[in-house]
């Protein structure tokens, strides 16, 4: 069972020095989110607070890409993993172009954890359509699997239209960096089956991820591909030893457990002793 590591963020100081720390102590994966802008003004309800308003922490939250690279720097084995990237907020040729490059640099160490978000004020001032957003993340990533293997690539679709282009360096994964669904909507596990290698859920049970396990084989097979290459990642739960050996015993891949200090030496200290427990 793959453990990582989420929760870590900018007060907690130099995520080079912290991504060491967590290889150093036999931890999987490092998984950082994303929000690029907080509006102001917004009528969305955040279903994670009492009173329905966005903490003022996701105004604070790095740009995933920039400090993976720095982490990537640091480490030699560990994994680089967005949990989640926003991937309609992004203008996927630009993004396709980041991720092979952190990709290539890292050698081989990324993966694409992806969502479309439950922000829809975010979402528009960012150029998406709000209200397709799955329909559009599934161009997104198809045009970057184009870009990612093919030399010249080209693409044409509703939301993602152009002409031959080169796009270099290719990922060092091949055919490219996994991607992983996040999210819990109706089609989710469908989506996973046709364009996705994997799914990244969170506010799951073991319950819930015996059934998630079931129903993707189901679907797999029924689509001739193998159940086997479909990997759950169960996200953002607590550090408790019995929940995840509950979570592997339904069929999860890996769990990435959640750092809840609030400074460097907290999340150092804490660490230390998730990594006791869980490992040890």
């Given amino acids: 069972m793959d453990i990582g590591i989420s929760g870590l963020a900018?007060?907690?100081?130099d995520i080079g020095i912290l991504a060491q720390r967590v290889e150093e102590l036999g931890f999987d994966s490092i998984w950082l989110p994303e929000h690029p802008v907080i509006p102001v003004e917004y009528q969305?309800?955040?279903?994670?607070?009492?009173?329905?308003?966005?903490?003022?922490?996701?105004?604070?939250?790095?740009?995933?890409?920039?400090a993976l690279a720095r982490a990537s720097a640091t480490t030699k084995t560990l994994k680089l993993g967005t949990g989640?990237?926003?991937?309609?907020?992004?203008?996927?040729?630009?993004?396709?172009?980041?991720?092979?490059?952190?990709?290539?640099i890292s050698g081989g160490r990324f993966l694409f954890g992806i969502g479309t978000g439950w922000f829809r004020e975010e979402s528009e001032i960012m150029g998406v359509d709000f209200d397709h957003r799955w329909t559009q993340a599934r161009e997104?990533?198809?045009?970057?699997?184009?870009l990612w293997t093919k030399d010249p690539a080209e693409f044409h679709g509703r939301y993602v239209d152009f002409p031959p282009v080169r796009c270099n360096p290719k990922p060092a994964q091949k055919p490219h960096p996994p991607v992983l669904l996040g999210g819990s909507a109706k089609n989710v596990f469908k989506r996973v089956v046709r364009w996705g290698d994997g799914w990244l859920p969170i506010r799951v049970t073991p319950e819930d991820v015996k059934g998630a396990r079931a129903?993707?084989?189901?679907?797999?097979?029924?689509?001739?591909?193998?159940?086997?290459s479909i990997t759950i990642t169960v996200h953002g739960q607590n550090p408790e030893r019995d929940l995840i050996k509950r979570f592997e015993e339904a069929g999860a891949d890996g769990v990435v457990v959640r750092v809840t200090a609030a400074d460097e030496a907290g999340a150092l200290s804490e660490l230390e002793r998730m990594a006791s427990h869980l490992l040890g």
């Fill in 10 to 13: 900018t007060e907690h100081g």
């Fill in 44 to 66: 969305t309800k955040y279903a994670g607070s009492s009173d329905g308003m966005v903490p003022d922490s996701m105004a604070y939250q790095v740009n995933p890409f920039i």
């Fill in 84 to 104: 989640v990237c926003l991937v309609t907020e992004h203008n996927p040729l630009d993004l396709a172009k980041q991720i092979s490059t952190l990709d290539a």
């Fill in 140 to 146: 997104h990533v198809l045009a970057m699997k184009e």
């Fill in 215 to 228: 129903a993707l084989s189901e679907l797999a097979e029924a689509a001739d591909r193998d159940p086997g």
